[in-house]
T-cell receptor, first 119, second 114 residues
């Protein structure tokens, strides 16, 4: 069965600190997709990144970077030099590629990590 | 503007009443989803629809109903059978073709049962 675990419920850092949000997943599929979303206080989830299971290259986008390791089933997210605007709830999600009973493309979300960045 | 519109943003309901949450999109996406979010619980899938006039139950469909008569619209009714309806409800869409793409979310509707 698919499962996404975000063990860190809440993290608090001071501005300019680096912070890593952990994500561990479980899936029976060999082809799957991993996502990170940001939910600011306004409530709307914002897409950050999608990674497929065949691409283990790390990715960097500005202050954001992602580390995908299939050997440990992890897809961790690091924010470098955090800012107050990074305060939000961050969700990791998993989607299998194959069509199981019509559920193709459905995302399974972790419970989220609430990040507070203090000035 | 292109996007997803959920209404109302805030809704109060008395116990025993049905309430319908609206979700409209002009992204021309095929798939639409309803998620429920509770504090510390992440997002749980209620219903989803891949095409017009077809929809499937998600993980927590009991006490909810939906319809998909138009591509643009996917309303969710929270019925009196839903035992704990107070929650934040999020509608999302996804382009139907190709590998699983990202979901696009509305701003949510917060339902409080008094």
């Amino acid at each position: 069965a698919q499962k996404v675990t975000q063990a860190q419920t809440e993290i608090s850092v001071v501005e300019k600190e680096d912070v890593t949000l952990d994500c561990v997943y479980e899936t029976r599929d060999t082809t799957y997709y991993l996502f990170w979303y940001k939910q600011p206080p306004s409530g709307e989830l914002v897409f950050l990144i999608r990674r497929n299971s065949f691409d283990e290259q790390n990715e960097i986008s500005g202050r954001y970077s992602w580390n995908f390791q299939k050997s440990t089933s992890s897809f961790n997210f690091t924010i470098t030099a955090s800012q107050v605007v990074d305060s939000a709830v961050y969700f990791c999600a998993l989607s299998e590629a194959l069509n199981y009973g019509g559920s193709q493309g459905n995302l399974i979300f972790g419970k989220g990590t609430k990040l507070s960045v203090k000035p | 503007d292109g996007g997803i519109t959920q209404s109302p943003k805030y809704l109060f309901r008395k116990e025993g009443q049905n309430v319908t949450l609206s979700c409209e999109q002009n992204l021309n996406h095929d798939a639409m989803y309803w998620y429920r979010q509770d504090p510390g619980q992440g997002l749980r899938l209620i219903y989803y629809s891949q095409i017009v006039n077809d929809f499937q139950k998600g993980d927590i469909a009991e006490g909810y109903s939906v319809s998909r008569e138009k591509k643009e619209s996917f309303p969710l009714t929270v019925t009196s059978a839903q035992k704990n309806p107070t929650a934040f409800y999020l509608c999302a869409t996804r382009y139907g073709g190709g590998p699983p793409g990202e979901l696009f979310f509305g701003e949510g509707s917060r339902l409080t049962v008094l």
